[in-house]
T-cell receptor, first 115, second 114 residues
Framework: GAVVSQHPSWVICKSGTSVKIECRSL??????MFWYRQFPKQSLMLMAT?????????EQGVEKDKFLINHASLTLSTLTVTSAHPEDSSFYIC???????????FGSGTRLTVV | AQKVTQAQTEISVVEKEDVTLDCVYE???????LFWYKQPPSGELVFLIR??????QNEISGRYSWNFQKSTSSFNFTITASQVVDSAVYFC???????????FGKGTRLHILP
């Protein structure tokens, strides 16, 4: 079935540094990738939608200069958290629509801790 | 407005009891999909079911069953003979063809007590 591979699964970084999270669609082409953020005990909130070959679309209230999204190919989308701060600590999860296969496929998530 | 409401924030039941998780949705679209996902403590989202707006047949999969009622905009999920391993957060979600994105409810945290 459709698989999205997300790396890393967890990362700890120092405040002020940048962290890159990768999502790859392994057996299908993902022209679109959704990026969600989930704070502890909360729901998944859509941050942005990346589209291969064009600029990402950000949801209201999400800083596009802080959360850089690149969708360079049909199988790879990346989210870079720039100048991370402790309040950026969260669970980030990507998702690619593969509805022709019956399911929207999620990555396994990345738990980011900024210290 | 597109919205998913899971009114039950947290539920605790004793093992072997049946439990129903409620989901009510709002959408302008006539074509949409509804999902249920399970999120265990590891964080990974486990896909449980997808239902499209034209298919109101209820579905049963083992101990899981789903009741889709378009008239009340509800898509409820029942676990029969619950087990401790069912403990997790369960999310109901809505996908609109027009928006091309999934909207999640706030989730219901389910505790199955031994």
């Amino acid at each position: 079935g459709a698989v999205v591979s997300q790396h890393p699964s967890w990362v700890i970084c120092k405040s002020g540094t940048s962290v890159k999270i990768e999502c790859r669609s392994l057996d299908f082409q993902a022209t679109t990738m959704f990026w969600y953020r989930q704070f502890p005990k909360q729901s998944l909130m859509l941050m942005a939608t990346s589209n291969e070959g064009s600029k990402a679309t950000y949801e209201q209230g999400v800083e596009k200069d802080k959360f850089l999204i690149n969708h360079a190919s049909l199988t790879l989308s990346t989210l870079t958290v720039t100048s991370a701060h402790p309040e950026d600590s969260s669970f980030y999860i990507c998702s690619a629509p593969a509805l022709d296969r019956g399911v929207n496929t999620f990555g396994s998530g990345t738990r980011l801790t900024v210290v | 407005a597109q919205k998913v409401t899971q009114a039950q924030t947290e539920i605790s039941v004793v093992e072997k009891e049946d439990v129903t998780l409620d989901c009510v949705y709002e959408t302008r679209d006539t074509t949409y999909y509804l999902f249920w996902y399970k999120q265990p403590p590891s964080g990974e989202l486990v896909f449980l079911i997808r239902r499209n707006s034209f298919d109101e047949q209820n579905e049963i999969s083992g101990r899981y069953s789903w009741n889709f009622q378009k008239s009340t905009s509800s898509f409820n999920f029942t676990i029969t003979a619950s087990q401790v391993v069912d403990s997790a957060v369960y999310f109901c979600a809505l996908y609109n063809i027009g928006d091309d994105k999934i909207i999640f409810g706030k989730g219901t945290r389910l505790h199955i007590l031994p």
